[in-house]
């Protein structure tokens, strides 16, 4: 759970950024980029990932309690409502950016949605499920559980930098060289 601990960090810096918005109507486009890079790379793509595609990923393959099934269930929503509110400040940053100041209302509140959001969701899991979903497992599922996530974080770099060149490479007209796999492909 060390992530959610990241993570507050960085939504401590978006509530500052959301005053910041209310007071003086002015959004900083670097700053939300900079915020979304995070949310997006970090928070969902690899903390959520993580949660969905291991943890979440086979503790649906187990019978758990009503209450711990329908948390499980909640959780899953707010990562679905994370990532379309993310979207939608991304949308709304760039209508700003192409001169339409109604956006930036639209801005501030979905900022503000995040900077709610996170805490109350972190929140959830630490305190009201992560521990006591930790019974359906063995010693030895959890061990696997554990590699698996560390698998899945080495991967998570070289899956965000190829993203970026591929983006680059579309807006730059460059066509992508071949890459054949070898035994050096540690490096
Ligand atoms: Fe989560
Ligand atoms: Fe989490």
Same mark, same amino acid.
């Given at each position: 759970?060390?992530?959610?601990?990241? !993570?507050?960090?960085?939504?401590?810096?978006? /509530?500052?950024? @959301?005053d /910041?918005v209310?007071?003086?109507?002015?959004? %900083?486009? @670097?700053? !939300?980029?900079?915020? @979304?890079?995070?949310i997006?790379?970090?928070?969902?793509q690899?903390?959520?990932?993580?949660?969905?595609?291991?943890?979440f /990923?086979?503790?649906?393959?187990?019978e758990?309690?009503?209450? &711990?099934?329908?948390?499980?269930? &909640?959780l899953?929503?707010?990562?679905?409502k994370s990532?379309?509110?993310?979207?939608a400040?991304v949308?709304?940053?760039?209508?700003?950016?192409?001169? %339409?100041?109604?956006?930036?209302a639209?801005? $501030?509140? /979905?900022?503000?949605?995040? $900077?709610?959001f996170?805490?109350?969701?972190? *929140?959830? *899991?630490?305190?009201?499920?992560? !521990?006591?979903?930790?019974?359906y497992?063995?010693?030895?599922?959890q061990? $696997?559980?554990?590699?698996?996530?560390?698998?899945f974080?080495r991967?998570m770099?070289?899956?965000?930098?190829?993203?970026?060149?591929?983006? =680059?490479?579309a807006?730059?007209?460059?066509?992508?060289?071949?890459?054949?796999p =070898?035994?050096m492909?540690?490096?």
């Amino acid at each position: 759970m060390i992530e959610h601990r990241l !993570i507050e960090r960085m939504i401590a810096v978006l /509530r500052v950024e @959301v005053d /910041r918005v209310k007071k003086t109507s002015t959004p %900083d486009a @670097v700053a !939300i980029d900079r915020i @979304v890079d995070f949310i997006r790379t970090y928070a969902d793509q690899t903390h959520h990932g993580k949660e969905e595609d291991i943890l979440f /990923r086979e503790l649906q393959k187990k019978e758990q309690s009503d209450e &711990d099934r329908r948390m499980m269930e &909640d959780l899953i929503a707010d990562h679905v409502k994370s990532r379309e509110t993310t979207k939608a400040l991304v949308a709304a940053k760039e209508c700003y950016l192409k001169g %339409d100041d109604g956006a930036v209302a639209e801005i $501030a509140s /979905r900022m503000e949605f995040l $900077a709610g959001f996170y805490p109350v969701h972190i *929140e959830k *899991e630490d305190k009201h499920y992560f !521990i006591p979903a930790m019974k359906y497992f063995t010693k030895e599922e959890q061990e $696997a559980l554990l590699r698996e996530g560390r698998e899945f974080d080495r991967k998570m770099i070289h899956r965000k930098y190829e993203q970026l060149v591929m983006e =680059n490479e579309a807006t730059a007209h460059v066509v992508p060289k071949k890459m054949d796999p =070898n035994w050096m492909d540690f490096l």
